[in-house]
Structures are given as structure tokens and as C-alpha cells.
Nanobody, 123 residues
């Protein structure tokens, strides 16, 4: 089970931090990620991390502004979002999976999904 929180309404340039706590079977996953879906668009990859090495991966659209991190003791990942833009407005989903790192940006690599949380950035 994945429990995500931290969304909200902010202005352009502001920051938000999302968190996602894994429990049960999802806590044994080796990869966790954040995807997002804007209105009228398909779900897209945003950021991911693997539990063991802490390797991080980012979509080009968020690179340099978003930071994904993990707290192994708490089975929790975070997405620090800085310099938010109106185009970052979307429902954000955290996900967990067991997969090779070469697939870490694919939604199909994840088999557990948290509830979506709304992030709205006003201009």
C-alpha cells in the first residue's frame, strides 16, 4: 500500500514537497517513482529512485527543479518540487515496483500505485 500526501495550490515559483509511504508488500519493491497526469494528457514519468543505491532519474521537464529522495528507515520517498511552473499542474501518483533499472522510467515497471494527489500551480 502506498500513501501519498503533500499536494496543494501554490503560485508559480513556489515549492512543494510530496511524500509517499510504502507499507505491506510494496515495502519490498526495489524502485519507486512519481508519475503525473495533467488534464487531457497521458500519465507521464516525473522522477524515480531505487532503494538500494539511491540512483535517481528525472524527466527532462523537471530536471534541476525536482529532487527525489528516500528514507529507508521510514519506507518513504519524497519529491521536493522547486520553482514550480503552471505546466507542473497535474495529479501526481507515487508508484512502487520490482524491476531492472533500465525500465525505471516506464509505468509498466510499477505494480503498485498510490492515490493521486492534486498539485495546482497558478500563474
Amino acid at each position: 500500500q502506498l500513501q501519498a500526501c503533500g499536494g496543494g495550490l501554490v503560485q508559480a515559483g513556489d515549492s512543494l514537497r510530496l511524500s509517499c509511504a510504502a507499507s505491506g508488500r510494496t515495502s519490498s519493491s526495489n524502485i519507486m517513482g512519481w508519475f503525473r497526469q495533467a488534464p487531457g494528457k497521458e500519465r507521464e514519468f516525473a522522477a524515480a529512485i531505487n532503494w538500494s543505491g539511491g540512483n535517481t532519474y528525472y524527466a527532462d521537464s523537471v530536471k534541476g527543479r525536482f529532487t527525489i529522495s528516500r528514507d529507508n528507515a521510514k519506507n518513504t520517498i519524497y519529491l521536493q518540487m522547486n520553482s514550480l511552473k503552471p505546466e507542473d499542474t497535474a495529479v501526481y501518483y507515487c508508484a512502487a515496483g520490482t524491476s531492472v533499472l533500465s525500465s525505471i522510467t516506464w509505468a509498466s515497471a510499477y505494480n503498485s500505485w498510490g492515490q493521486g494527489i492534486q498539485v495546482t500551480v497558478s500563474s
